[in-house]
Antibody, heavy 118, light 106 residues
Framework: EVQLVESGGGLVKPGGSLRLSCAAS????????MNWVRQAPGKGLEWVSS????????YYADSVKGRFTISRDNAKNSLYLQMNSLRAEDTAVYYC???????????WGQGTTVTVSS | SYELTQPPSVSVSPGQTARITCSGD??????AYWYQQKPGQAPVLVIY???ERPSGIPERFSGSSSGTTVTLTISGVQAEDEADYYC?????????FGGGTKLTVL
């Protein structure tokens, strides 16, 4: 079964750090680009970051640039998001999602919740 | 970066046709994708490359494109189609989602 499972969410104080992980199974992880997408409470979807299959291309939304770092370990079938200098507005459910060229984000994890609050 | 604009809400009765639009200046040059999200669940891809339907998605879901507007059409709407729908597009270095449309089945 094709599956993505996020972990690492939790409660963190403003200015703090958190590292999210996304474990992939059931497909050849190293063949796909991956994305992080977040959703603040009661709000819409917001793209956070993308990484190509070999990590050659990495992109960030302006709202997280300089604070978040996306990475992947193809040997471990895992995607990561290092989040530093967290702000209250980073509070959201964070999803990892698989993407293939022109095929959209066709597989999503169940999400992990990040709450930034003092 | 650029924006994608969707109507906040659309309402239809069961069996009718629902049309959800998404407008953006880059849409003539970039593919659009549509996602369905039900409360408490992760999004599900329902249309890719403007009009292609992934396997497992009912035939009543279709997509079309005309100029700067793409449209998700749900024919013969069922109660289970009540959800939030998001369009999405991308350029070489940026991904953007529309603000989402809440489909209510009356």
């Amino acid at each position: 079964e094709v599956q993505l499972v996020e972990s690492g969410g939790g409660l963190v104080k403003p200015g703090g750090s958190l590292r999210l992980s996304c474990a992939a199974s059931g497909f050849t992880f190293s063949s796909y680009s991956m994305n992080w997408v977040r959703q603040a409470p009661g709000k819409g979807l917001e793209w956070v970051s993308s990484i190509s299959s070999s990590s050659s291309y990495i992109y960030y939304a302006d709202s997280v640039k300089g604070r978040f770092t996306i990475s992947r370990d193809n040997a471990k079938n895992s995607l990561y998001l290092q989040m530093n200098s967290l702000r209250a507005e980073d509070t959201a459910v964070y999803y990892c999602a698989r993407a293939a060229d022109h095929s959209g984000m066709d597989v999503w994890g169940q999400g992990t919740t990040v709450t930034v609050s003092s | 970066s650029y924006e994608l604009t969707q109507p906040p809400s659309v309402s239809v009765s069961p069996g009718q046709t629902a049309r959800i639009t998404c407008s953006g200046d880059a849409l003539p040059k970039q593919y659009a994708y549509w996602y369905q999200q039900k409360p408490g669940q992760a999004p599900v891809l329902v249309i890719y490359k403007d009009s292609e339907r992934p396997s497992g998605i009912p035939e009543r879901f279709s997509g079309s494109s005309s100029g700067t507007t793409v449209t998700l059409t749900i024919s013969g709407v069922q109660a289970e189609d009540e959800a939030d729908y998001y369009c999405q597009s991308a350029d070489s270095s940026f991904v953007v989602f529309g603000g989402g449309t809440k489909l209510t089945v009356l």
